[in-house]
């Protein structure tokens, strides 16, 4: 039996041997997600040598532009491509090695007129999306994957909720040869990660702005939310790193104003120093490792190397 870290005890899964080259694959609803979510700590792993992929599950058709400068028609009218364009340039200034988009239309929110529409992610069958994901896991062969956590409750989107339910589905499936049997050979992922916003971090840079005497974005609705602290597994150290997140947030112009001070209030040094980490949740896996963490690898280095 391998060890978890939950305490659960499952059956052992078959362990694919690996070729020296780690791999970390993390999966987004939406392009901009990948810069709001991981960045630094992604930056870091590929300035390591970790070969690093994105998948995004949709095109962010759907979203509005929060930026005014790119408030024009000709903007609007190519919001697809655009944000196509402003995905590259993220995915490229993070190290991304490949985007490979899943192919589905931004969902909207829930009663809007793209949420109706048969063409988005949230009403696609679900097996079809959870073979496209299975697919694109045993072609990238990662021994970590990284995406969202069931508790949304502070962002509800329902693309966001949907990348939950078939990541889980596509981490289980992925190592068996029995499921999905035309979307190449097996691969058995050894870690699964959840993203997650702690509240230790947005306190210290709430404290930071009162420190340095400016308004701080964060009001109390942020500290009214229930804290997710508690299952926060792994503290990853991105010293030095934070000024990749800053770069990714600003190549999605259309999404992100760089006078807004929720993003940019602060500067990377600053903010940096008042919280120089992001956190996961590890929700599943198939190595030991022992908690706390430090490092999304942790009991997977020696496997590699050997």
Not at 77 to 92: F, G, I, K, P, Q
Not at 223 to 247: E, L, N
Request: negative net charge; contains cysteine; aromatic residues 10%.
């Amino acid at each position: 039996m391998f060890a978890f870290a939950s305490g659960r005890r499952r059956q052992p899964v078959p362990w694919l041997a690996v070729t020296g080259q780690l791999r970390l694959l993390t999966i987004h609803a939406h392009p901009d997600d990948e810069a709001s979510k991981g960045a630094a700590t992604v930056g870091r792993y590929v300035a390591e040598g970790v070969e690093a992929t994105l998948v995004c599950c949709t095109g962010g058709e759907a979203g509005d532009i929060l930026n005014p400068a790119m408030d024009r028609p000709e903007v609007k009218e190519n919001m697809a491509a655009v944000r196509r364009a402003e995905l590259d340039a993220s995915a490229e200034a993070i190290g991304f090695r490949e985007v490979i988009m899943l192919g589905y239309r931004d969902s909207g929110m829930p009663d809007s007129p793209e949420n109706a529409d048969p063409r988005c992610f949230a009403r696609a069958p679900e097996d079809e999306a959870v073979g496209r994901l299975v697919a694109a896991i045993r072609r990238v062969r990662p021994q970590v994957i990284i995406t969202y956590g069931d508790e949304q409750s502070g962002y509800p989107h329902p693309d966001h909720l949907r990348v939950h339910d078939i990541s889980i589905i596509a981490w289980e499936a992925a190592g068996d040869p029995d499921r999905f049997p035309d979307a190449g050979e097996p691969w058995t992922p050894s870690k699964l990660y959840y993203s997650t916003w702690a509240r230790a971090r947005f306190t210290a840079l709430h404290e930071a702005f009162l420190a340095n005497d400016l308004e701080s974005p964060f009001d109390q609705k942020w500290f009214d939310r229930p804290s997710q602290d508690h299952k926060i597994t792994t503290r990853v150290d991105i010293t030095g790193y934070y000024p990749i997140r800053s770069a990714a947030l600003r190549a999605h112009a259309t999404q992100i104003d760089p006078d807004e001070r929720f993003w940019f209030g602060l500067s990377d040094e600053i903010a940096e120093a008042a919280y120089p980490f992001e956190d996961f949740e590890l929700a599943d896996s198939r190595v030991p490792t022992a908690l706390p963490e430090d490092d999304l690898f942790t009991g997977l280095r020696a496997e590699v190397a050997g």
